[in-house]
């Protein structure tokens, strides 16, 4: 599928890589606590996602 599709693959390989190192999806994870906990649990998938998106923005200045 790469020789018929050279700039979906291109983009593949740069958006599904695979880190080498946890520590970046440990600090997602750790994110993500820090916003879902028992108070929150009511929140849907979406939401938390965007929650998690909007934090790692603000604090990496994005």
């Given at each position: 599928?790469?020789?018929?599709?050279?700039?979906?693959?291109?983009i593949a390989k740069r958006i599904l890589v695979i880190q080498a190192?946890?520590?970046?999806?440990?600090?997602?994870?750790?994110?993500?606590?820090?916003?879902?906990?028992?108070?929150?649990?009511?929140?849907?998938?979406?939401?938390?996602?965007?929650?998690?998106?909007?934090?790692?923005?603000?604090?990496?200045?994005?």
């Amino acid at each position: 599928n790469e020789r018929r599709l050279p700039i979906l693959s291109i983009i593949a390989k740069r958006i599904l890589v695979i880190q080498a190192s946890s520590a970046e999806s440990e600090r997602h994870f750790s994110a993500g606590g820090v916003i879902v906990n028992e108070k929150s649990g009511c929140l849907s998938e979406s939401s938390v996602e965007s929650l998690i998106v909007l934090r790692e923005v603000y604090v990496n200045k994005l």
